[in-house]
């Protein structure tokens, strides 16, 4: 039995990439998985080996000052603004797909926000380092202060915790008691736990000044001063007895753990931020204002790396965190941007020789700040390439993960694959050729470049550059023609570029590029071969038709033109908007025919436009006339796209588009009707951009949120459910029927309360209760089967039940059956198990409407004494019937009396 339904139009999100840091403090366990990250005023977990999100703390409401995460990954620290310290306990799920984050307890650790912390290798003690230059040691577990430690009033700036050795210990003892004297002697070793003698803390200051806390004695073991600035970086290695500083001063400082003397002093020429011993100390890394890793032979400060170029303003390193079981060094650049390194371990018996530049395994973007424009890439569409409103444009993959690793070869979604450098200032837009693997970039430089991406060879390279507009480029278009199959650029296109490229410009022109065969970087050598002044203000959009014979631009003088690609003539002007046009797409040339509102009209001979002036309008190519006016939007329509032509397989479905806009929505429309078919909604800015895959009609949207959405097409999968659904209640209706029929209580009852038909249910219960065969010896509403079915409901269908008693106890023909039933409730559970009903979540079939039981009751309270008071009024009225009748009594004559047969009755009667 086929049941046909009205064709609904479905999307759901599938992925979303989203931000995960936005500046600030990262931490890293020591297995290298969970990243902790600011995210503005939360905290974000991130799965390092895929990028997913483990788990998303919010904030207090003011930024975060500092977060550090256990080296087990057992507890997470975050500190704020509002000088607070919260302590969460993570648990990971069973399937590790997410981690549960408790909050353990919240303290106010100083006076003065804490500005770094630092935890020991146990994960059993905190230290918090204030702007006034307090340090405190804390049990994480317990939430107490065990330490307290009082510097000169500058700003903590570095913490590290660390074991000494045996001997340096003895080093200590002998100089403290050399210093100290004999009250040192006396005073030794009476404060304190013994399991605590080698552990110590360092503390670098702004000042310069970094400071060695003996945690057994609480007091100070070494004051070192050759700093002269910000202390960034401590770190200490037992096997070289060495602790390494370094400072904002340019200089690095490696010191002797047991004299605590400083063995070398280097020069770093550059801000170093991160600094540390990696493996068994023989090396040490820093990383700082150039952007660069850099190792040094930790025994002698020789730099072991090649020399490096500073780096982009954008590169400089920020911070660092270092996992000593993986190897791996997490940089933090200034934009944001976290970069994946594998450190080299070296052993202490081979030879050090110059090492090559470090380069990342991976790169992580924190944000991709404002999304203006996005496209797929490659035949498969397996990436995705962003302007993200930087000189830069960005590419990330666009297809799920297959495995666990940080190896280069694993590739997740959403993770960032390569940049496109080359632009001097921020790109404003982009498109792709057929094939996918030419890109066409616009940009504030005045410049327009096409890129070559060939990822099997890790090739992202700028193939040509076009200079020659006057000012910024808005728009830039490549043909997307498919070549004939048999010709060499359908099978080879990586080798053979577009033909041409059309750009458009603030400076009101459009120019049609010849794109050279052979790779062309120079500026000089590029030449229009045409130039067109198109519009009277900027030029927003420009896309040129499936043939490649016309092209369009839209500007934000509220026209667009439709030209000749080979002559660079007008074709026809659109003109109706009454703001600019930010979008235009032409109709694929097999579109069907589209309903207008004056007609039907050929599909291949349409456009669309998106306005400012929150309309899409669909334009007639043979007339150049509006065909329909499409309003929903309460913002600028920003962008428009055509979705896949529907199929065989989609009968039902019309020729539809998708618009984005200013208002952060996503509409989905069918283009004859007129009518939104659905929005979707989960953007909380405007939406700049918008693609849709080829073949599976997969949406993506680029926002100002710096959030990119993937809405996958569920339209076939919900006409399937509904479908099933609804064959499923015409069974479950005719099952009803039967087990009513058949007197199978329980069933009937359960599937009643399941379908929610109480028409049905109110039947049932009176056909029982009005029995003409009576009620059974020992029942409660009339039959012991249905007593037996009301002992055994679930709390959903109790609750259900009642409000359905609820409803029947309003009408007064119906309100002895709901009595009934009700009195059976009330005799077969217990008070307590009534008063811990709960609605089912969901609130189906109206229980959301209810809180509590209590309300239900309270409801059924009311009409209840309503309908005893009626009972009353008419239990007192029939007293009164009961005596007028037996006064008429008598007074009435007794039958056979004298008067019985007299003729004056009969006068009476005839009269």
Not at 870 to 896: H, I, K, N, W
Request: charged fraction near 25%; glycine fraction near 8%.
């Amino acid at each position: 039995m086929a049941t046909k339904l009205p064709y609904k139009t479905t999307f759901e999100v599938e992925n979303v990439i989203q931000p995960i840091f936005t500046g600030g403090s990262v931490a890293l366990d020591n297995g290298a998985r969970v990243l902790a990250t600011t995210l503005g005023e939360d905290a974000v977990l991130t799965d390092l080996t895929n990028g997913k999100q483990l788990a998303k703390i919010e904030g207090d409401g003011e930024p975060i000052s500092t977060l550090i995460l256990t080296p087990s990954a057992s507890h997470l620290v975050v500190c704020s603004r509002s000088l607070s310290m919260r302590i969460y306990s993570l648990k990971a799920s069973e399937d590790s797909e997410s981690i549960e984050a408790t909050l353990l307890r919240t303290l106010k650790p100083h006076a003065t926000p804490a500005v770094v912390l630092a935890v020991d290798r146990t994960s059993t003690l905190l230290a918090t380092g204030a702007a006034d230059g307090n340090i405190k040691v804390w049990d994480i577990t317990g939430g107490y202060v065990t330490h307290t430690f009082r510097g000169p009033s500058v700003l903590v700036s570095a913490l590290r915790f660390f074991e000494v050795a045996a001997g340096d210990i003895a080093d200590e003892s002998s100089r403290g008691k050399k210093k100290k004297g004999r009250k040192a002697e006396e005073n030794e070793g009476q404060d304190g736990d013994p399991a605590t003698v080698n552990f110590r803390l360092a503390s670098g200051s702004q000042d310069g000044k970094v400071r060695v806390w003996d945690l057994h004695k609480r007091s100070v073991v070494a004051d070192l001063e050759s700093h002269t600035s910000d202390v960034q970086a401590i770190d200490y290695s037992p096997t070289q007895h060495s602790l390494v500083t370094a400072s904002r001063d340019k200089t690095l400082i490696w010191w002797d753990s047991r004299s605590w003397k400083s063995r070398k002093v280097v020069p770093s020429f550059e801000m170093v931020e991160a600094a540390g011993f990696v493996g068994d100390g023989r090396l040490t890394y820093t990383a700082g204002s150039n952007g660069c890793i850099r190792l040094w032979e930790s025994s002698t400060g020789r730099e072991v790396t090649k020399e490096q170029s500073p780096k982009a303003e954008g590169e400089a390193v920020v911070s660092a965190v270092y996992c000593a079981e993986q190897s791996l060094l997490v940089s933090v650049q200034l934009d944001h941007t976290l970069a994946l390194y594998h450190l080299p371990v070296v052993d202490n018996k081979s030879a050090l020789s110059d090492l090559a530049p470090l380069e990342p395994l991976r790169r992580i973007s924190g944000t991709h700040d404002d999304i203006i424009d996005l496209a797929y890439l490659l035949p498969d569409q397996s990436l995705l390439a962003l302007a993200t409103n930087s000189e830069d444009v960005r590419i990330v993959s666009a297809r799920d993960s297959t495995s666990n690793s940080l190896e280069t070869e694993s590739v997740y979604f959403g993770q960032d694959v390569a940049l496109l450098k080359g632009h001097d200032d921020i790109v404003i837009s982009l498109d792709v050729d057929w094939s996918g693997h030419w890109v066409a970039t616009g940009a504030k430089d005045n410049t327009a470049r096409l890129w070559r991406v060939d990822p099997a060879n890790n090739a992202f390279s700028c193939y040509a550059v076009f200079a020659g507009h006057a000012e910024s480029l808005g728009a830039v278009a490549l043909p997307k023609t498919v070549p004939a199959e048999s010709s060499p650029t359908f099978s080879d296109p990586l080798n053979n570029p577009p033909p041409f490229l059309i750009t458009g410009s603030q400076d009101q022109t459009i120019k049609r590029w010849e794109i050279p065969r052979q790779a062309q970087t120079s500026k000089k050598g590029s030449r229009a071969v045409f130039t067109r002044k198109a519009h009277e203000k900027d030029i927003n959009a420009i896309d040129i038709n499936l043939t490649g014979q016309l092209f369009a631009s839209a500007s934000q003088d509220r026209t667009v033109k439709i030209w000749s690609v080979q002559e660079g003539e007008v074709q026809g002007i659109l003109k109706g908007h009454r703001r600019g046009v930010w979008s235009v797409r032409f109709a694929h040339p097999s579109t069907p025919v589209i309903q207008g509102e004056e007609g039907p009209v050929a599909g291949k001979g349409v456009v669309l436009t998106g306005s400012g002036d929150k309309t899409v309008k669909l334009w007639s190519l043979h007339d150049y006339t509006c065909l329909r006016t499409f309003e929903g939007h309460s913002n600028s329509v920003l962008k428009v796209a055509w979705l896949n032509l529907p199929g065989e397989a989609d009968k039902q479905r019309h020729v539809q588009f998708v618009s984005a806009g200013g208002d952060g929505l996503v509409k989905v429309w069918d283009a004859s009707s007129g009518e939104t078919e659905c929005t979707l909604d989960n953007h909380e800015d405007r939406v700049w951009a918008v693609a849709v895959h080829p073949r599976d009609n997969t949406i993506v949207s680029g926002s100002g949120d710096s959030t990119v959405s993937f809405w996958r097409d569920t339209s076939s999968a919900t006409q399937q459910a509904a479908s099933e659904a609804a064959l499923r209640l015409i069974e479950q209706e005719q099952e009803l029927e039967n087990h009513m029929r058949a007197g199978s209580y329980r069933e009937a009852i359960t599937l009643a309360l399941q379908l929610n038909h109480p028409g049905r249910l109110l039947s049932l219960f009176t056909a029982v209760v009005t029995s003409p065969r009576g009620p059974e010896p020992g029942s409660l509403c009339g039959l012991r089967a249905v007593d037996d079915v009301l002992r055994s409901l679930s709390d959903d269908q109790l609750f259900l039940l009642l409000l359905r008693l609820r409803d029947w106890n309003t009408n007064a023909r119906t309100a002895p059956v709901a009595q009934r039933v009700l009195w059976a409730l009330v005799r077969s559970y217990p008070a307590s198990k009534l008063s811990s009903l709960r609605p089912a979540k969901g609130g189906g079939h109206g229980q959301g409407q209810q809180r509590s039981v209590g309300e239900v009751l309270s409801a059924l309270r009311a009409y209840t004494e309503r309908h005893y008071k009626r009972m009353e009024e008419l239990v007192d009225e029939s007293y009164l019937v009961e005596y007028t009748l037996q006064e008429m009594d008598a007074l009435a004559p007794a039958l056979g009396g004298p008067a019985a047969g007299s003729g004056d009755v009969d006068v009476i009667m005839a009269e």
